[in-house]
């Protein structure tokens, strides 16, 4: 515990160094590009074009308004993909700094999730206005995305640690967890409902921590009710288990990364 309290200090004293890395990789990702920062809106857009149009037109999903069904749940699996694939990567990407530079570790993987956060707060932007044309929003419960998004963010942060420590010993770990990922995105509720999930299955569906994260952003923006409460309890739980898991792991392998590196 007292070095946990240690490392949190010193994460609060390298809270520049995190905001420095956020805004590096957020002005950097198009740069040179012909239109820039506006690709953070267009990828998104483009990606809920081919899949509405593959299971609205081709697969017949049957579900009114897909395309919206569809988008208040791609952004924010995106956010989730982009933080676990990237922190995949995030130390090795940045071995100069590990190698000769000291500060807390930690900083990558959160700068990271960060950065994928930031990117989805923005898109978030087209996902209720897209919504207010097509559904409609319920102002009175739209409050309720903040604690939905602190909880995804808890559990991408944790899963950031458990896969960027790792990574660093098990090199193949990081074309895995790109195989992994897409899986998780067919066993995840994104592009179907969950009605469609049979009986027999449900309740180890249910352990799939995205789950309940997609269920409770749909609630609230497609169907405009609030999202049940258990639905919420148990994503926080298994946020809170992950970044648990995730940071004590990290913790344990950072120490010889130098080495490694």
């Known amino acids: 515990m007292g070095m946990t309290r240690k490392t949190l200090r010193e994460l ?12 590096k990789d957020l ?11 506006l690709w953070t809106f267009l990828n998104p857009l483009l990606q809920l074009a081919v899949y509405t149009l593959v299971f609205s ?3 017949r999903a ?13 952004i924010p699996w995106l956010a989730m993909a982009n933080s676990v694939n990237g922190g995949a990567t995030c130390i090795l990407s940045q071995q100069n700094l590990v190698t000769k530079i000291h500060f807390p570790r930690q900083v990558l993987p959160i700068a990271t999730v960060t950065t994928s956060f930031v990117n989805m707060l923005l898109c978030m932007i087209v996902v209720l206005v ?17 604690p939905t ?13 458990l896969v960027s420590g790792l ?9 895995i967890i790109g195989i992994f990922v897409m899986a998780w995105q067919f066993l995840s509720p994104v592009m179907y409902g969950i009605d469609m999930v049979p009986e027999k299955v449900y309740h180890i569906f249910m352990l799939n921590p995205m789950t309940a994260v997609i269920l409770s952003y749909r609630d609230i ?18 946020g809170i288990f992950f970044l648990i898991v995730g940071w004590f792991v990290f913790a344990k392998l950072e120490r010889h990364f130098a080495e490694e590196l």
């Open 62 to 74: 049957g579900i009114p308004n897909y395309y919206l069904f569809l988008f208040v749940a791609l």
């Open 130 to 146: 897209v919504c207010a044309f097509g559904v409609g929003l319920n102002l009175a419960i739209l409050w309720y995305l903040i």
């Open 57 to 59: 037109t081709v697969m």
């Open 167 to 175: 990574t660093v010993y098990f090199r193949d770990l990081e074309h």
């Open 27 to 37: 002005r950097g990702r198009y740069k040179g590009s012909a239109l820039g920062f």
């Open 149 to 161: 998004m602190l909880i995804e963010y808890i559990l991408a942060l944790g899963l950031a640690f």
């Open 12 to 23: 609060y004293d390298y809270r520049n160094m995190i905001y420095m890395l956020v805004r």
């Open 221 to 238: 923006l497609f169907y405009k009710t609030a999202p049940h409460l258990n639905t919420m309890l148990l994503a926080l739980g298994m």
